[in-house]
């Protein structure tokens, strides 16, 4: 089990690292300016469960592994820049599309932002690294059973990570709420979000 002392040192610097202007946040707050608060909500919280798949990672020792083989480490690069510049060109493709309709459309739609935003975050190899360098700072081996700690520290950062992605889309949908009520308006937050995407797809294929 983690301790007091543990637990609130870590939440503390993980919801700093968290809060810092980053990719995730980036993202999230580009979807729900163009696509409003729902949408940034369902993405927020799926980037959020996606560290939950470096956390496994971490505990079974896979992610040490892709660590160490540059050639994982290129392939899963190739694999989440491609994956990014993917959801940057569908942006563009269905920029100024409508924003309105049945209530199974919105759900559907909150579900598919749901997924991009957890497979943007698992097939990110710098989380990967990030979580291997991150998380075993702060295990303490004297306590034991230290993939139970390393567990318990992941499932708190996607915990914290979703609260603060959760607020960041709340707080900037209302503003894609009031930015979209003109389809001029809503057309350019569109391309904004693709060219987001883009860039950051474009970043990771140049940094392999």
Same mark, same amino acid.
């Given at each position: 089990? #983690?301790?007091? +002392?543990? +637990?609130? +040192?870590? !939440?503390?610097?993980?919801?700093?690292?968290?809060? +810092?202007?980053?990719?995730? =946040?980036?993202?999230?707050?580009? $979807?729900?300016?163009?696509?409003?608060?729902?949408?940034?909500? %369902?993405?927020?919280?799926?980037?959020?469960?996606?560290?939950?798949?470096?956390?496994?990672?971490? $505990?079974?020792?896979?992610?040490?592994? /892709?660590? %160490?083989?540059?050639?994982?480490?290129?392939?899963?690069?190739?694999?989440?820049?491609?994956?990014?510049?993917?959801?940057? $060109?569908?942006?563009?493709?269905?920029?100024?599309?409508?924003?309105?309709?049945?209530?199974?459309?919105?759900?559907?739609?909150?579900?598919?932002?749901?997924?991009?935003?957890?497979?943007? =975050?698992?097939?990110?190899?710098? $989380?990967?690294? &990030?979580? !291997?360098? &991150? #998380?075993?700072? &702060?295990?303490?081996?004297? =306590?034991?059973?230290?993939? *139970?700690?390393?567990? #318990?520290?992941?499932?708190?950062?996607?915990?914290?990570?979703?609260?603060?992605?959760?607020?960041?889309?709340?707080?900037?949908?209302?503003?894609?709420? *009031? /930015? =979209?009520?003109?389809?001029?308006?809503?057309? *350019?937050?569109?391309? /904004?979000?693709?060219?987001?995407?883009?860039?950051?797809?474009?970043?990771?294929?140049?940094?392999?």
């Amino acid at each position: 089990m #983690l301790t007091s +002392t543990q +637990t609130i +040192t870590f !939440l503390l610097m993980a919801m700093l690292l968290t809060s +810092t202007p980053g990719p995730d =946040n980036l993202m999230v707050l580009s $979807v729900s300016l163009a696509r409003g608060r729902r949408a940034g909500l %369902a993405f927020g919280l799926g980037c959020a469960v996606g560290c939950l798949s470096h956390t496994v990672l971490a $505990v079974v020792g896979i992610g040490a592994l /892709l660590a %160490a083989s540059p050639m994982a480490l290129t392939v899963l690069k190739s694999a989440g820049g491609l994956y990014l510049m993917y959801l940057g $060109v569908q942006a563009l493709r269905h920029a100024g599309s409508a924003r309105s309709g049945a209530q199974t459309a919105e759900s559907q739609s909150s579900w598919q932002f749901f997924m991009k935003g957890l497979m943007a =975050n698992a097939i990110n190899p710098k $989380v990967v690294l &990030f979580f !291997l360098s &991150f #998380l075993p700072q &702060f295990v303490v081996a004297a =306590n034991g059973h230290t993939e *139970w700690q390393l567990g #318990l520290l992941g499932g708190l950062f996607s915990l914290q990570a979703a609260l603060i992605f959760g607020l960041l889309a709340y707080f900037s949908g209302k503003v894609g709420v *009031w /930015l =979209n009520t003109r389809p001029s308006r809503g057309l *350019w937050l569109d391309r /904004l979000a693709g060219a987001v995407f883009l860039g950051l797809g474009a970043r990771m294929l140049a940094s392999r």
